[in-house]
Antibody, heavy 121, light 110 residues
Framework: EVQLVESGGGLVQPGGSLRLSCAASGSGFSFYAMSWVRQAPGKGLEAVSGMTNRGQNTYYADSVKGRFTISRDTSMNTLYLEMSSLRAEDTAVYFC??????????????WGHGTMVTVAS | QSALTQSASVSGSPGQSITISCTGTSTDVGAYDHVSWYQQHPAKAPKLLISGVSTLASGISDRFSGSKSGNTASLTISGLQTEDEAHYYCCAYATSGRQVFGGGTKLTVL
C-alpha cells in the first residue's frame, strides 16, 4: 500500500513562498490521482489542489488559484505544491492525500500525517 | 465552491445510534453518487469510512452506514462506542471537478 510523507512546511512571512513535498512509498504512485487538503487551526478540511495520475487534469480552490501550483514527479514518486504570495489565511496543516483511482472523483483513501504552514510576520 | 452543510455537533450515549446529515446542492451531493465520509481524531489525519454514498472502506465496522436522498447525504453510526468520539466530514465530488468537504461535525459520546 502507498504511504505518504509530507515535508517543507514552516514559518513564512506574508507574501513569501514555500514548496511542499509529498513522498510516496510503496507501489503504484503513478496510477493514482493526488491532492492537497488543508486544515486551518480549529477548522474543517478544504481541498486545495489536485491532479490526475498523468497530470491531464488539475483543480485549484478559488482561494489559491493563481498563487499555488501542483505538480508531480513520477520518477521520484513525489507530489509537490508550490505556494507563492502567501497570506495569513493560508496558515494550516497541509495533508497530501491519494485518491483511490486515477481520476479526481475517487475518494481519498490514503493520507499523510500533514505538514504545518504558518504565514506570519 | 461553498462547503457542504453539516451540523456542528451531535452527541449520544454508548450503544445508541446517531445520524449526521450533510446538505449540498444539485452540483455536488445531488450530482453524483461520489459521496464519502471521513473520521478524524484530534491531531490525526482523516480516515476514509465510506465511499460511493454507502460502501464501507476496508476494515471499517459495519456499525457505520451511509445513504443519500436528493441533495442530502447521511452517516449513521449504530451501537456508539467511546472510540467513535471524533470529528466527521462528508465530501462530495462536484460538477466543478473537485472534491468539496462539509464543515465537519463533532461527535461526543456521553
Amino acid at each position: 500500500e502507498v504511504q505518504l510523507v509530507e515535508s517543507g512546511g514552516g514559518l513564512v512571512q506574508p507574501g513569501g513562498s514555500l514548496r511542499l513535498s509529498c513522498a510516496a512509498s510503496g507501489s503504484g504512485f503513478s496510477f493514482y490521482a493526488m491532492s492537497w487538503v488543508r486544515q486551518a487551526p480549529g477548522k474543517g478540511l478544504e481541498a486545495v489542489s489536485g491532479m490526475t495520475n498523468r497530470g491531464q487534469n488539475t483543480y485549484y480552490a478559488d482561494s489559491v488559484k493563481g498563487r499555488f501550483t501542483i505538480s508531480r514527479d513520477t520518477s521520484m514518486n513525489t507530489l509537490y505544491l508550490e505556494m507563492s504570495s502567501l497570506r495569513a489565511e493560508d496558515t494550516a496543516v497541509y495533508f497530501c492525500a491519494k485518491h483511490r483511482g486515477f481520476l479526481l472523483l475517487f475518494p481519498f483513501d490514503v493520507w499523510g500525517h500533514g505538514t504545518m504552514v504558518t504565514v506570519a510576520s | 465552491q461553498s462547503a457542504l452543510t453539516q451540523s456542528a455537533s451531535v452527541s449520544g450515549s454508548p450503544g445508541q445510534s446517531i445520524t449526521i446529515s450533510c446538505t449540498g446542492t444539485s452540483t455536488d451531493v445531488g450530482a453524483y453518487d461520489h459521496v464519502s465520509w471521513y473520521q478524524q481524531h484530534p491531531a490525526k489525519a482523516p480516515k476514509l469510512l465510506i465511499s460511493g454514498v454507502s460502501t464501507l472502506a476496508s476494515g471499517i465496522s459495519d456499525r457505520f452506514s451511509g445513504s443519500k436522498s436528493g441533495n442530502t447525504a447521511s452517516l449513521t453510526i449504530s451501537g456508539l462506542q467511546t472510540e467513535d468520539e471524533a470529528h466527521y466530514y462528508c465530501c462530495a465530488y462536484a460538477t466543478s471537478g473537485r472534491q468539496v468537504f462539509g464543515g465537519g461535525t463533532k461527535l461526543t459520546v456521553l
